[in-house]
């Protein structure tokens, strides 16, 4: 099983400025729930229960929204508002929380590389809160322990995106597997439109084996000054084997100002349905 999930939360979050001055971006509502907490509970349905967080300065509200607010909860203790909690409760009863910070924002390859203290040596799963993902038979990072499961390799949730998008991506190549699954050739890190190998974009979900860390800690930095962890995926799909896996459901890119209010719009309409 997989048992440790890691979020990089240490980016700046620009695209949301000024709401994401002086708050974290994954803080950001969606409806009356924060984005991490979408994400974590995605995690924990995974059976990762083990969370790892690789904040940075100015993320301390992430740390304090996975603990007890003692005054808070005293106050509204058998009252109505009560079960506004029972979800998060849940979690915290069902998940140990961790962090380490990032201390420059060199890139999520640098992100990750970080977190490996906290991971050590055992494949996980990344989530990026910003994309939250809502999975038609099942979640989708429990869709991917599935593939892990029969694979045992690192694996890249892919989804088709129109091709002028492309530059906005993670850009895969590869050979059919089988259903939805593709054998990772190469991938490109947000290339022009007319350089993208194919339309399949890697998504904020990933399964790592830990051998990632070795290939990160000797990478230098790639497209934009940024270390990449695209640059470490090519490398372990050269050395052995990386899947992108077309998941069963639907993303809202809530790093985007669209897909933010899609995604409330979506999951308003559910709660009042
Ligand atoms: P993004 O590319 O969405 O960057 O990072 P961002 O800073 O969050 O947002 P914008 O583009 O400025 O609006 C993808 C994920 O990687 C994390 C981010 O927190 C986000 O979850 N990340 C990125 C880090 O943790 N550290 C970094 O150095 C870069």
Same mark, same amino acid.
Do not use: W
């Given at each position: 099983?997989?048992?440790?999930?890691? @979020?990089?939360?240490?980016?700046?979050?620009?695209?949301?400025?000024?709401?994401?001055?002086?708050?974290?971006?994954?803080? %950001?509502? *969606?409806?009356n729930?924060?984005?991490? !907490?979408?994400?974590?509970?995605?995690?924990?349905?995974?059976?990762?229960?083990? &969370?790892?967080?690789?904040?940075?300065?100015?993320?301390?509200?992430?740390?304090? /929204?996975?603990?007890?607010?003692?005054?808070?909860?005293?106050?509204?203790?058998?009252?109505k508002?009560?079960? #506004?909690? =029972?979800? &998060?409760?849940?979690?915290?009863?069902?998940? $140990?929380?961790?962090?380490?910070?990032?201390v420059? %924002?060199?890139?999520?390859?640098?992100?990750?590389? $970080?977190?490996?203290?906290?991971?050590?040596? !055992?494949?996980?799963g990344?989530? +990026?809160?910003?994309? +939250?993902?809502?999975?038609?038979?099942?979640?989708?990072?429990?869709?991917?322990?599935?593939? @892990?499961?029969?694979? !045992?390799?690192?694996?890249?949730?892919?989804?088709?995106?129109?091709?002028?998008?492309?530059?906005?991506?993670?850009? &895969?190549?590869?050979? /059919?597997?089988?259903?939805?699954?593709?054998?990772?050739?190469?991938?490109?890190?947000?290339?022009?439109?007319?350089?993208?190998?194919? #339309?399949? =974009? &890697? *998504?904020?979900?990933?399964?790592?084996?830990?051998?990632? @860390?070795?290939?990160?800690?000797?990478?230098?930095?790639?497209?934009?000054?940024?270390?990449?962890i $695209?640059?470490?995926?090519?490398?372990?799909?050269?050395?052995? %084997?990386?899947?992108?896996?077309?998941?069963?459901?639907?993303?809202?890119?809530?790093?985007? +100002?669209?897909?933010?209010?899609?995604?409330? #719009?979506?999951?308003?309409?559910? %709660?009042?349905?």
């Amino acid at each position: 099983m997989i048992n440790k999930c890691l @979020f990089p939360v240490a980016g700046y979050g620009t695209r949301f400025l000024p709401a994401t001055k002086a708050m974290p971006k994954e803080m %950001m509502p *969606i409806v009356n729930k924060p984005l991490i !907490q979408y994400g974590v509970q995605e995690a924990m349905d995974a059976g990762m229960r083990q &969370i790892a967080f690789v904040t940075g300065r100015r993320k301390r509200s992430i740390e304090d /929204h996975f603990d007890r607010t003692y005054e808070l909860e005293d106050q509204i203790s058998g009252t109505k508002a009560e079960h #506004n909690l =029972a979800e &998060i409760r849940a979690l915290m009863q069902s998940c $140990t929380f961790s962090y380490t910070r990032q201390v420059q %924002m060199k890139g999520l390859g640098d992100a990750i590389r $970080t977190g490996e203290t906290l991971i050590g040596n !055992q494949p996980f799963g990344v989530v +990026l809160a910003d994309d +939250l993902c809502i999975g038609d038979d099942k979640p989708v990072l429990s869709q991917m322990v599935d593939i @892990f499961l029969k694979y !045992q390799c690192s694996i890249v949730a892919i989804e088709e995106v129109p091709h002028e998008d492309t530059k906005k991506y993670g850009i &895969i190549s590869g050979k /059919h597997l089988e259903d939805r699954l593709f054998m990772v050739d190469a991938m490109v890190e947000k290339p022009a439109v007319e350089d993208a190998p194919s #339309n399949r =974009a &890697i *998504i904020g979900r990933y399964i790592l084996t830990p051998d990632i @860390f070795e290939v990160l800690r000797d990478l230098p930095p790639g497209r934009n000054g940024e270390v990449q962890i $695209t640059d470490a995926l090519n490398i372990q799909a050269k050395r052995k %084997m990386v899947l992108g896996y077309q998941f069963k459901g639907q993303r809202f890119d809530c790093g985007s +100002l669209e897909g933010f209010v899609a995604a409330t #719009n979506y999951f308003f309409k559910t %709660m009042i349905a």
